[in-house]
């Protein structure tokens, strides 16, 4: 007799667990996991500076001898990606993931010059950090040539 209540107890516990674990995989879908992954993915993947870059300030800023100097750099070393605008469309950035950034966008313009400069030192792959092939100074007359892309791109809309 107490043996025949034990399975049924047992049976009972047992559908309760059965119960629980269908509950508890009905509010954590699998769909649901991966609509998490993706946003975590897209966070990961989003290219954004530390918040201390921002205070960087560009001593070179508006100076049409940097901005010249800049120029000068951009169109041997940047424009194969960025494009001769620097709109992300240089021959070698087509085939790239993530495709190289247009340069002239809102996206990149809303950023502050140090994020900018940041960006340009610490490099993402497939880009290479500038660090070491340019001196702070040629760094900050790109970032100051950049800003002049932004500019006749909305000269033009
Ligand atoms: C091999 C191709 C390649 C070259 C060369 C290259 N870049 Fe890039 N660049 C990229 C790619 C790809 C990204 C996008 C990276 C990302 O968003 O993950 C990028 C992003 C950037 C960004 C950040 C834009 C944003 O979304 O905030 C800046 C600024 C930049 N490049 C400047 C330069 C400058 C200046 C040079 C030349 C000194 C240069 N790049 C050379 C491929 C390149």
């Given at each position: 007799?107490?043996?025949?209540?034990?399975?049924?107890?047992?049976?009972?516990?047992?559908?309760?667990?059965?119960?629980?674990?269908v509950?508890?995989?009905?509010?954590?879908?699998?769909?649901?996991?991966?609509?998490?992954?993706?946003?975590?993915?897209?966070?990961?993947?989003?290219?954004?500076?530390?918040?201390?870059?921002?205070?960087?300030?560009?001593?070179?800023k508006?100076?049409?001898?940097?901005?010249?100097?800049?120029?000068?750099?951009?169109?041997?070393?940047c424009?194969?990606?960025?494009?001769?605008?620097?709109?992300?469309?240089?021959?070698?950035?087509?085939?790239?993931t993530?495709?190289?950034?247009?340069?002239?966008?809102?996206?990149?313009?809303?950023?502050?010059?140090?994020?900018?400069?940041?960006?340009?030192?610490?490099?993402?792959?497939?880009?290479?950090?500038?660090?070491?092939?340019?001196?702070?100074?040629?760094?900050?007359?790109?970032?100051?040539?950049?800003?002049?892309?932004?500019k006749?791109?909305?000269?033009?809309?």
């Amino acid at each position: 007799m107490i043996k025949k209540i034990d399975v049924k107890v047992k049976y009972v516990l047992m559908s309760i667990l059965l119960i629980l674990v269908v509950v508890a995989a009905k509010n954590n879908t699998p769909a649901e996991n991966f609509k998490n992954m993706d946003k975590i993915l897209q966070d990961d993947n989003a290219w954004k500076a530390p918040e201390y870059a921002d205070k960087l300030v560009n001593r070179l800023k508006d100076l049409a001898e940097a901005s010249k100097k800049g120029k000068a750099i951009f169109d041997t070393q940047c424009v194969i990606c960025h494009g001769t605008e620097g709109k992300g469309d240089g021959v070698a950035g087509m085939g790239l993931t993530p495709r190289p950034a247009n340069l002239t966008s809102k996206k990149v313009q809303s950023q502050s010059d140090g994020a900018i400069y940041w960006k340009i030192t610490t490099g993402k792959p497939p880009m290479a950090s500038y660090k070491g092939a340019f001196s702070k100074e040629q760094r900050w007359q790109l970032v100051t040539y950049i800003r002049t892309l932004g500019k006749k791109e909305s000269k033009k809309n």
